[in-house]
């Protein structure tokens, strides 16, 4: 056994784990207001962001190849951007179960259908069809409205059965899908002169057009996703946890029978079913990986620290008394489940665009239960712990453990799905709060509140 390859590969866990905490430690730092001109500035905000530059410039430079060297090879940056879409998921799954306490086992489901239509999306544009953005984008952007009119509609009556609104919100699910199909058969012949085929693309196809359309059609399946989770979760997370368990499992299932059969059941021939999609642009690079990562990270961060994200904890720590406060439970849960599935989707539009292919046996509900053990294994309620338990799996189980076992049989690498719950028994037994519990690391830690002092009537001061 080559333990150079070995040891080299730990260095490079250990390095992965201290960029991790640079970063969270460059968006940390604060910068005193600067008076120029007799104008204050904010100049903390341009320090993270040049710091968030540097940090993307490090591992930019590490994939670069220099005369055939680069200090990451193929297989290291297939790994990089398997850990930053597992980040995405992970975080949306912690959002959902660790901060909410709502035990789901559908995020791969969501994970599956955000790579599906935006790989949908960019594969129908580089072939000179734009029905998918325009079929997508318009049909995201008209439920949006009407979730927002059927939400006013309904806080104007007294206690209508979810059952009820489900319907509601169904058939305008229905009738935005209809609309957005007519206005892209409408809209999508227009635009067939300037996107070319794949042979010849036109303007609108390659180049900063093609970026373009590969971020909104990322967008728009995260989006699609989280409608998606709306419609599953109103009527399903009226239920207790573990039973809602046990609908989202089948969720998974349902999505894993739909991507086998999108050639005959659904009306994509183009996704082949069973046999895998292929042809999707690979436009996935470290910028738009490393981009979605920070931005997920970010916006959950902000999320949690806000009053809304105290609203998400008080739901996990007891609904009675969160409900007895005023707090909506049943808004709160559907909120954070629709929020998590939308980190989902994201990070499943970056992944196809990185594997360019897709296969449902990727999807299956088994694979499902990647991002929960990470979030065991990190630390319910804790991002710090979830981000390094992302990166950890990938490049330990799935990167190093893999090449060993590999190298002891050709049948060895099955073995990690026996190590896998060996190993995630054994942490719960030893540290049922995870490697990391609650710690924060640097931006992400909550900070302290400082007590207010108050005078007693001894005119001392107090705590």
């Known amino acids: 056994m080559d333990f150079t390859a070995i040891l080299f590969s730990l260095v490079k866990i250990v390095a992965v784990i201290f960029y991790l905490y640079g970063i969270f430690w460059v968006l940390n730092i604060k910068v005193k207001n600067v008076e120029i001109m007799g104008r204050t500035l904010n100049l903390g905000w341009l320090v993270n962001l040049l710091g968030a530059a540097v940090a993307f410039a490090i591992i930019q430079l590490a994939l670069t190849d220099f005369n055939g060297f680069s200090l990451l090879n193929n297989f290291d940056s297939g790994l990089l951007f398997q850990a930053c879409t597992m980040t995405m998921v992970a975080l949306g799954l912690n959002l959902i179960y660790g901060f909410n306490g709502q035990f789901s086992l559908g995020q791969w489901g969501f994970y599956g259908i955000g790579a599906y239509v935006a790989a949908d999306i960019t594969y129908r544009w580089t072939n000179g069809d734009a029905s998918g953005l325009i079929v997508v984008g318009s049909g995201v952007l008209l439920f949006g409205l009407v979730i927002w009119i059927i939400s006013k509609f309904i806080s104007n009556l007294r206690r209508m059965p979810v059952l009820s609104s489900f319907t509601l919100y169904l058939l305008g699910a229905v009738l935005s899908g209809f609309l957005a199909v007519l206005v892209g058969r ?5 635009l067939s002169a300037v996107l070319g085929t794949n042979l010849e693309p036109g303007p609108l196809a390659q180049g900063l057009g093609l970026q373009v359309v590969f971020f909104l059609a990322v967008i728009f399946a995260g989006i699609f996703a989280a409608e998606i989770s709306f419609l599953f979760g109103l009527p399903v997370l009226s239920l207790g946890s573990d039973y809602f368990g046990i609908a989202t499992l089948g969720f998974s299932i349902v999505v894993y029978t739909l991507m086998v059969n999108t050639d005959t059941i659904l009306p994509f021939p183009e996704m082949r079913g069973g046999r895998g999609m292929i042809g999707i642009p690979k436009l996935t690079t470290w910028f738009w990986a490393f981009t979605f990562m920070l931005l997920v990270i970010i916006v959950m961060r902000n999320i949690i620290r806000s009053s809304t994200g105290r609203t998400i904890l008080s739901v996990r720590e007891d609904e009675v008394a969160a409900r007895s406060m005023g707090v909506d439970v049943a808004g709160t849960k559907l ?50 712990g979830t981000i390094t338990a992302s990166f950890g799996w990938i490049f330990f189980l799935e990167g190093m453990l893999r090449e060993i076992l590999g190298k002891i049989s050709p049948e060895a690498p099955s073995w990690r799905y026996v190590l896998y719950p060996l190993t995630l028994l054994l942490l719960m037994l030893i540290r049922p709060q995870g490697l990391l519990g609650n710690v924060e690391w640097g931006f992400l830690k909550i900070p302290k509140i400082p007590l207010r002092k108050t005078i007693n009537k001894e005119g001392g001061e107090e705590a």
């Open 186 to 190: 409408v809209f999508s012949p227009a």
């Open 335 to 384: 909120m954070s489940f629709v929020i998590g599935s939308l980190f989902a989707g994201i990070g499943g539009g970056v992944y196809a665009h990185y594997i360019g292919f897709l296969s449902p046996g990727a999807f299956d509900f088994l694979v499902g239960f990647n991002p929960l053990i990470i979030v065991v294994f990190g630390g319910l309620g804790s991002m710090t």
